[in-house]
């Protein structure tokens, strides 16, 4: 009895050890500057700067130059990082449309899509994919 008992601890011990190993990284990950573009029912190319705070909290800014149109720069309204996935939500300069981004960190590539929804509807009025590389 004792025996089965200190091997099932052993193998628990070791099962929870690797789940600890397997968990997610922190969001630091996503920290950092990002070049890439988009592609979908409009195309450019952005910069976005990543920021985390001492307390852990991520930041950011967008700088977007649209193929067609001018380019405008944004404070990020939300970014949250949960292993090696990244979320971010930001507007358009009026506040008309809010933008998500989805994407997966990969070492420095970052690889997801978008989706614009304009805010009075609620409808979704554009969606595409967007890649990025770390600066």
Same mark, same amino acid.
């Given at each position: 009895?004792?025996?089965?008992?200190?091997?099932?601890?052993?193998?628990?011990? $070791? &099962? +929870?050890? &690797?789940?600890?190993?397997?968990? /997610? @990284?922190?969001?630091?990950? !996503?920290?950092?500057?990002?070049?890439?573009?988009?592609? #979908?029912?409009?195309?450019? =190319?952005?910069?976005?700067?990543?920021?985390?705070?001492?307390?852990? =909290? +991520? $930041?950011?800014?967008?700088?977007?130059?649209?193929? *067609?149109?001018? #380019?405008?720069?944004?404070?990020? @309204?939300?970014?949250? !990082? +949960?292993?090696? *996935? +990244?979320? &971010?939500?930001?507007?358009? /300069?009026?506040?008309?449309?809010?933008?998500?981004?989805?994407?997966?960190?990969?070492?420095?590539?970052? @690889?997801?899509?978008? $989706?614009?929804?304009? *805010?009075?509807?609620?409808?979704?009025?554009? @969606?595409?994919?967007?890649?990025? $590389?770390?600066?």
């Amino acid at each position: 009895m004792r025996r089965t008992m200190f091997v099932s601890l052993i193998v628990l011990t $070791s &099962c +929870l050890g &690797c789940l600890a190993y397997a968990q /997610p @990284k922190s969001a630091a990950n !996503a920290a950092g500057t990002w070049a890439g573009d988009w592609t #979908g029912g409009s195309a450019g =190319k952005f910069e976005m700067t990543i920021k985390k705070d001492a307390k852990g =909290k +991520l $930041s950011a800014s967008l700088t977007a130059t649209p193929g *067609k149109g001018g #380019g405008y720069t944004v404070e990020v @309204k939300s970014v949250e !990082a +949960l292993g090696s *996935k +990244l979320t &971010c939500k930001f507007e358009d /300069p009026p506040g008309e449309v809010e933008v998500t981004l989805r994407a997966v960190i990969r070492g420095s590539s970052l @690889k997801g899509d978008y $989706s614009v929804r304009a *805010k009075a509807s609620g409808e979704e009025v554009e @969606k595409g994919v967007v890649t990025a $590389s770390r600066k």
